[in-house]
């Protein structure tokens, strides 16, 4: 056991940072340093330069075009990425449907999608939830039918995060619905162009435009996009799952959550003083500090696990339903910090990249909408209350 | 000891409730918010005559002799409805203001017309580093001639883009944060040298930046005695938070009603989700939470015309501090049980939340509260043992007969 | 709507406290002050000097021998007892068996017992819980079984508080195995010199003892015994359980538990937090006013109240914590005689540091006790919201 990083992985680390510093681009840094909202191409850019590299699917195994990242390796990328100001990277094509490729797909589908995935040429969204299948998402009804090699789809998605941007989508379809609800599932990939689809913005609480529900109407789906066996989808979406909920807790960009809200901290007057000189307002970013770190370190507990062959638990929801909680403590202290200079709304200079003056710091119209738009992540990628249901069953078998 | 309405109080409250109803369906509202000054002036008009924006002032003011009773009357009704027109910063803050310090002259100018809802107000007194001391004020009010001229700038002026009048507290002496020092002008929204940048807020009020460059006015601007506003002004601000605080109060009765019926309807897993316990427990910790804000504002009105400032401050601050708790649990628990729905604009909830969250940081959030009630200096108070000359109820008419 | 008192009610709210100054013993009251243990002899002197002056069943109607009172005197009444460090009152008799007694007993039942409890002459105890119900109380098992003019009672009752105090205890059996739990309960009281009642000793986490196992071993009880009819007394259970949580919110007591923090606490770190639950007593108080205002205009204590025991019992809690807080280190000795004894030990550490961690452990079962939180959730969740 030893915390310290070896040389090899200071190496590594240099290495990285230098690859940062040479190929993000500068606005993109400072969009995400300003805690702004980036465009499809913002992503693309960053995702493709890290593509060539071959860094973007860092999770993945040298067999399929990964880097073959140890996990001290891959927790130094992530760290060293988010420190830089690299944007996340969008999970759905990488993180998603990439290892449910490489582990369910036929060797077609693998030669046909991965690289796109690699490189970042390819916008993918996940097309699970359905209005009436949220939390039970096994309920869902949006049906595939067979007609000769391809398969007719009708149904409609909901809450499509970024499906506005995307060239594919991966859905869970229903192919039997006879049998129990999670065994007639099928698993499959969608050209957003094919004729059918339709997409409509749903408008968050803070006026912005990130999910969407997509409609399907008669859809024309090759047989052929068909990931796995058919009725056994079920089986990826659980897969997916468990590696959707360690990604999620966030813990690089929490930490540099927390140093910007200590930068707004310092800058913000106080009686003539800095606030983070308040020591009620300081302890509170103490204990958010604390909670971060205990995070961290299970997380890096679960990955050492991993890196003896171990794949991640039900237990990994736990990290979740921390991670999501401390990045709406940190959004929410944030605005506290701002105080009332967090009231205006600007939605030009914050959706539409506008030369607006900000009322206040720059910083300030981030807050509200910022806390407003980080409740979601209670909610998503299985809420914390599903989480804790899941680990109260699996783990603790309740 | 008695905590129930009169009968006057009672018929308020339904003339209230019915003003909601009727104007405040959810689809209205959007509607009054896109419009160009995000309230309905005929909306003011009707409050004006039905009496609402002078119940609160004395019958020598031209009010009807009501009292902080009947302002959490209708102000929780107005959350209920999330309420857009500045009952608030015209009545409470402005009126209250104005009613407190001014001359005969000053009322029968500004209040008058207020009252009759021909003059709507603003209080400008936030700075960028004011944060929630409101004696950390910059703006600069020099003597020049018969007047006085006033430079500096404002921020989040709640309805400075309608307000006939901006009453401004501005430095005239003593240095950065003291008390003394401090001034009110009452000056026109139009005067020369005064700059607007207007712009809506998060739970879509409408607030300004002032910009003020050398901006004159008469000495008869000057509302109450120059350099001694600030006791004024912490008292205004004091009922100002007791009101928000009934707001509050409204919109987590409506928001909590709103999230009873989600999880009532919504189905998951064969059932409505409502049937899952840790959505009952912590449906059943928003309505206590929701009750506890309202005994709290229901103390904090019955003590906020205390004669003795340290009663009065901390049953503002006691208020304001369990409205931030409470309002923020309610919000976020709302959201949290409405799952995706919650997130979207499409809903009324998370329009309930906005608001709850912004009152939070009206005036001093939780934490700001909780350190000003715990001010080593304020001894702790005995409720019962000297009893605050409460006000009674009071008669003022359903309709004005004027 | 008004806040202020009456002259009346501050004239009684002064003969109150000239009351208790004059009666309540000096070495009571400072444990009171302390947090140290009351014996049966502070309870018993005290609630018999209540008794005598007619204020004991103080929320009894005039026509059972109470005062009378309104809902204003109640609320003084408990107030300044508790900042005078009156105990509180014995709830099993007075505020217990007393009021189902009036209501769901017969007259001879009533001349026979409420005089004693109005005096306090006789002691009570609650024999509901029991090893297999606990939050399922209909669930329980304790057998009545009808043998001439008697019941012959058979079974285990547990977490009885004060039962080795007790002269008397009323119990929840079974007195039909057929029908649904809830409908074959009756309601019986029993005098514990009863052949076959054994009462054996619970030792608390504090390491005192409060509480007893009561074991009934063939125990005969005349059926004049029972209140209401056979199988009936699921009724007088329900109606007991609601009066229960009125009075467990224990704002009084909190208040002085507040009161105390402010006095002994010298770390100023702490002041915020116990202005947040100053804050928190006085929201109880207000929502506790304000259902009693109900009360007052005619309206009985329905399942809202429900809400102000969850309340009442996590604040209690809480300035335990904050006590045991701002005692610090000191809170780790551990001295047996000074919390229970009247020894002359010297504390290790200041007066009030004894007491802080033990009643910070025995406080914990403020939200177990009297149906848990979490029950009483379930019941406002059921009965208030429709869930
Ligand atoms: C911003 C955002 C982005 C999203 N992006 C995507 C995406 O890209 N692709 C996609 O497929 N989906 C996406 N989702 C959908 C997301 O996964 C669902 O919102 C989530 O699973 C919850 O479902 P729901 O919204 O229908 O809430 P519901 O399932 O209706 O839940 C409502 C409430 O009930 C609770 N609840 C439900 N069942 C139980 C239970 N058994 N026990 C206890 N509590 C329960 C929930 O925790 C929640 O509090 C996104 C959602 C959001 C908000
Ligand atoms: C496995 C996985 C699954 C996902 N599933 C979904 C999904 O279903 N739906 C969906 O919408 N998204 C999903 N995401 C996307 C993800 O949560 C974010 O949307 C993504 O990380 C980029 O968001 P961002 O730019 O808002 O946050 P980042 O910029 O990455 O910031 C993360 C956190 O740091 C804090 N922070 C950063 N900068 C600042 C600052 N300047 N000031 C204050 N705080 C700051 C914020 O609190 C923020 O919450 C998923 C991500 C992963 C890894
Ligand atoms: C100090 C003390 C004094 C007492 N005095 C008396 C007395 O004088 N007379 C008397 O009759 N009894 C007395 N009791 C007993 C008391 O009423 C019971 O302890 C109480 O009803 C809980 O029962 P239990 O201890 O069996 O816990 P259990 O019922 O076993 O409960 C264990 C846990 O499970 C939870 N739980 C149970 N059911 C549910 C559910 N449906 N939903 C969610 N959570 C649930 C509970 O909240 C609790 O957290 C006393 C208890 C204590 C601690």
């Not at chain 1, 290892?99 to 369910?104: A, E, K, S």
């Not at chain 3, 400072?30 to 049966?40: E, L, M, Q, T």
């Not at chain 3, 509480?211 to 007394?233: C, M, Q, T, W």
């Amino acid at each position: 056991m030893d915390l310290a990083f070896t040389p090899e992985e200071q190496k590594f680390a240099a290495d990285v940072r230098a690859f940062v510093k040479a190929n993000l681009p500068a606005d993109v840094r400072d969009k995400v340093k300003n805690g702004k909202h980036l465009g499809r191409d913002d992503y693309m850019r960053w995702q493709q330069a890290l593509g060539k590299k071959g860094w973007l699917v860092y999770t993945w195994p040298k067999k399929y075009g990964g880097p073959g990242f140890t996990p001290a390796e891959r927790y130094i990328f992530e760290n060293i990425c988010a420190e830089e100001y690299a944007p996340g990277i969008i999970p759905f094509g990488t993180k998603m449907v990439g290892p449910v490729i490489y582990t369910f797909g036929s060797d077609e589908q693998k030669a046909k999608y991965l690289p796109a995935i690699r490189e970042s040429t390819v916008w993918w969204c996940q097309g699970y939830s359905e209005p009436g299948s949220g939390s039970d998402l096994a309920s869902l009804r949006t049906k595939a039918e067979k007609d000769g090699d391809h398969y007719i789809v009708n149904g409609s998605k909901t809450w499509n995060t970024m499906g506005h941007w995307a060239d594919w989508i991966f859905c869970l379809v229903r192919t039997d619905s006879r049998t129990k609800p999670q065994e007639g599932i099928s698993f499959l990939l969608i050209d957003m162009k094919t004729p059918g689809i339709t997409v409509k913005p749903i408008i968050m609480m803070d006026g912005g435009h990130e999910v969407n529900e997509v409609f399907f109407d008669n859809v024309k789906v090759p047989l052929a996009n068909l990931v796995g066996k058919e009725n056994e989808g079920w089986t990826c979406a659980k897969f997916l799952l468990a590696n959707e909920r360690l990604g999620i807790a966030a813990v690089p960009q929490s930490k540099r959550g927390v140093e910007a809200l200590k930068e707004i901290a310092r800058a913000e007057q106080d009686n003539g003083r800095p606030l983070i000189e308040n020591q009620g307002f300081a302890e509170k970013i103490a204990d958010l500090e604390i909670q971060v770190t205990a995070l961290e370190y299970t997380e890096l507990r679960v990955l050492s696990q991993m890196a003896h062959g171990g794949q991640p638990g039900p237990e990994v929801s736990g990290l979740k339903i921390r991670g999501s909680e401390i990045q709406q403590r940190i959004t929410e202290l944030t605005m506290e910090a701002i105080g009332e200079y967090s009231a205006p709304y600007l939605p030009g200079l914050l959706w539409h990249g506008t030369n607006e003056a900000p009322v206040g710091p720059d910083y300030a119209h981030l807050a509200a909408p910022r806390y407003f738009n980080t409740r979601k992540t209670t909610i998503y990628g299985g809420s914390n209350e599903i989480q804790k249901g899941i680990i109260s069953k699996m783990v603790l078998g309740l | 000891m008695d905590l129930s309405l009169s009968d006057e109080q009672k018929q308020l409250q339904d003339a209230a409730e019915r003003f909601v109803r009727d104007k405040y369906t959810f689809e209205n509202r959007r509607k009054i918010v896109a419009t160009e000054k995000g309230f309905l002036p005929e909306n003011w008009a009707q409050m004006a005559e039905l009496g609402w924006l002078g119940m609160s002032f004395s019958e020598a003011d031209g009010g009807y002799g009501g009292g902080p009773i009947e302002t959490m009357i209708v102000m929780e009704q107005f959350g209920k409805g999330l309420v857009l027109e500045p009952f608030l910063p015209t009545v409470v803050l402005g009126g209250g203001m104005i009613a407190s310090a001014g001359t005969a002259a000053q009322k029968e100018a500004q209040l008058a017309p207020m009252i009759e809802g021909k003059k709507q107000l603003a209080f400008a007194w936030l700075e960028r580093q004011s944060r929630y001391n409101l004696a950390d004020v910059s703006l600069k009010a020099t003597k020049e001639g018969n007047g006085w001229s006033l430079s500096g700038h404002k921020g989040v002026v709640y309805n400075a883009p309608s307000a006939d009048t901006v009453i401004v507290l501005a430095r005239t002496s003593g240095g950065a944060r003291e008390e003394k020092g401090l001034t009110l002008f009452l000056v026109d929204g139009k005067a020369k040298g005064l700059t607007r940048r207007d712009y809506p807020t998060q739970d879509a009020l409408r607030a300004s930046e002032l910009t003020f460059d050398k901006v004159s006015v008469d000495t008869d601007a000057v509302l109450g005695t120059v350099d001694t506003a600030f006791p004024t002004v912490e008292e205004a601000v004091d009922r100002a938070i007791v009101a928000l605080c009934a707001e509050a109060t409204g919109c987590m009765d409506a928001i909590n009603a709103a999230t009873l019926e989600y999880i009532k309807t919504r189905k998951q897993f064969g059932v409505p989700i409502g049937k899952f316990q840790v959505l009952q427990h912590r449906m059943v910790d928003c309505f206590t939470n929701a009750q506890e804000a309202r005994s709290m504002t229901l103390m904090a009105s019955l003590k906020i015309d205390d004669k003795d400032a340290i009663v009065r401050r901390k049953a503002a601050s006691r208020a304001k501090v369990q409205i931030g708790k409470s309002g923020k649990f309610c919000g976020q628990s709302a959201v949290q049980m409405h799952g995706g729905m919650g997130v979207t604009d499409e809903l009324a909830v998370s329009h309930y939340f906005k608001r709850l969250t912004m009152i939070d940081l009206m005036f001093g959030n939780q934490q700001h509260h909780l350190t000003r009630y715990s001010a080593p200096c304020w001894t702790p108070s005995r409720s019962w043992r000297s009893p605050p000359s409460g006000p009674s109820a009071t008669k003022w008419p359903a309709r004005p007969s004027r | 709507m008004d806040l202020a008192l009456k002259p009346e009610h501050k004239a009684f709210a002064d003969e109150v406290r000239a009351f208790a100054r004059a009666t309540l013993s000096p070495a009571t009251r400072a444990k009171s002050f302390s947090g140290k243990h009351y014996d049966r002899d502070d309870h018993m002197a005290w609630q018999q000097a209540l008794g005598s002056k007619g204020w004991l069943a103080y929320t009894w109607p005039k026509k059972y021998g109470g005062p009378g009172w309104d809902v204003t005197q109640r609320f003084l009444f408990e107030n300044v007892l508790a900042e005078e460090g009156a105990p509180r009152i014995i709830p099993f008799g007075p505020k217990m068996v007393g009021p189902v007694i009036y209501t769901f007993g017969s007259d001879e039942q009533k001349q026979r017992f409420l005089p004693g409890i109005r005096a306090s002459t006789v002691s009570w105890c609650q024999g509901y819980s029991e090893p297999g119900a606990g939050s399922d109380l209909a669930n329980l098992r304790t057998r009545a079984v009808r043998d001439g003019d008697h019941y012959v009672v058979n079974g285990q009752k547990t977490w009885t508080s004060y039962a080795h105090w007790a002269d008397w205890i009323f119990c929840l059996v079974r007195t039909d195995t057929e029908a649904k739990p809830q409908q074959g309960i009756s309601f019986l009281l029993i005098d514990m010199k009863t052949p076959g009642v054994t009462v054996r000793p619970i030792i608390m986490l504090d390491g005192a003892h409060a509480v007893n196992d009561v074991f009934l071993d063939n125990v005969r009880v005349p059926v004049a015994n029972r209140i209401g009819k056979e199988n009936e007394g699921w009724t007088c259970a329900k109606f007991l359980l609601a009066n229960e949580r009125l009075g467990i919110a224990e704002v009084p007591a909190s208040k002085r538990g507040v009161r105390s923090l402010r006095e002994l606490n010298d770390d100023p770190s702490l002041n915020e937090k116990i202005a947040d639950i100053d804050l928190q007593v006085q929201a109880l108080e207000m929502s506790e006013l304000r259902a009693l205002s109900t009360m007052a205009l005619g309206g009985a204590p329905g399942p809202e109240v429900s809400t102000l025991k969850v309340r009442g019992s996590e604040i209690q809690q809480r300035i335990a914590e904050l006590a045991m807080e701002a005692v610090g280190e000191y809170a780790a000795p551990y001295q047996p005689d000074l919390l229970f004894r009247d020894t002359n030990e010297t504390p290790v550490g200041p007066d009030h540091a004894p007491p802080a961690a033990p009643r910070y452990f025995n406080m914990r079962k403020t939200s177990i006790y009297g149906g848990s939180t979490e029950v009483q959730k379930n019941i406002v969740s059921k009965a208030i919201l429709g869930l």
